[in-house]
T-cell receptor, first 113, second 114 residues
Framework: AQSVTQLGSHVSVSEGALVLLRCNYS??????LFWYVQYPNQGLQLLLK??????LVKGINGFEAEFKKSETSFHLTKPSAHMSDAAEYFC???????????FGKGTTLSVSS | DVKVTQSSRYLVKRTGEKVFLECVQD?????MFWYRQDPGLGLRLIYF???????EKGDIPEGYSVSREKKERFSLILESASTNQTSMYLC?????????????FGSGTQLSVL
């Protein structure tokens, strides 16, 4: 069965520091993988998605993620955190039928000055 | 700009009431979804629909039903609300293959069942 595991429910970084949010997936078929972000009191919006075209995927707001099949990982990174990056981040994988997304439990990113 | 609109931002209902949560999208998308979001549990799929009058159960359909009479509107129904259905409900829509395409989310409805 398809699933994603986000390691760490809460990550804290200083402004300007590297952001690393971890996601491991389980999939019986080649996966489609996504990262979504939810800012306070808003719905989710797409950051980036992996569709097998390239293992390094660039998204909005300076975020990127690398697909590593050998590690079954799809970690999200940003070289330099900004205060506006404080939000909840969700990793997601397509279900086996390819009809819907299965989301992880989320990681809350806090950024301090 | 694309839009998914959920009719209520906050809703308070009593145990046993029948509750309707409404969602409308203006993008002519085939696929629509209902998720519930709970702290520490992330988003869990309740139901989805890939066409008018079509519906599929998600991971947690118990206690819920849905209705899709028109392409742009997808309703979530709590037949007899219970306190464990207190949650944030998120509606989303997508074009094409539902699992592979970008989801557009509404702002959510925070439902409290007392």
């Amino acid at each position: 069965a398809q699933s994603v595991t986000q390691l760490g429910s809460h990550v804290s970084v200083s402004e300007g520091a590297l952001v690393l949010l971890r996601c491991n997936y389980s999939s019986s078929v080649p996966p489609y993988l996504f990262w979504y972000v939810q800012y306070p009191n808003q719905g989710l919006q797409l950051l980036l998605k992996y569709t097998s075209a390239a293992t390094l995927v660039k998204g909005i707001n300076g975020f990127e993620a690398e697909f590593k099949k050998s590690e079954t990982s799809f970690h999200l990174t940003k070289p330099s955190a900004h205060m506006s990056d404080a939000a909840e981040y969700f990793c997601a994988v397509t279900n086996q039928a390819g009809t819907a997304l299965i989301f992880g439990k989320g990681t809350t990113l806090s950024v301090s000055s | 700009d694309v839009k998914v609109t959920q009719s209520s931002r906050y809703l308070v209902k009593r145990t046993g009431e029948k509750v309707f949560l409404e969602c409308v999208q203006d993008m002519d998308h085939e696929n629509m979804f209902w998720y519930r979001q709970d702290p520490g549990l992330g988003l869990r799929l309740i139901y989805f629909s890939y066409d008018v009058k079509m519906k599929e159960k998600g991971d947690i359909p118990e206690g819920y039903s849905v209705s899709r009479e028109k392409k742009e509107r997808f309703s979530l129904i709590l037949e007899s609300a219970s306190t464990n259905q207190t949650s944030m409900y998120l509606c989303a829509s997508s074009q094409g293959q539902g699992g592979n395409e970008k989801l557009f989310f509404g702002s959510g409805t925070q439902l409290s069942v007392l």
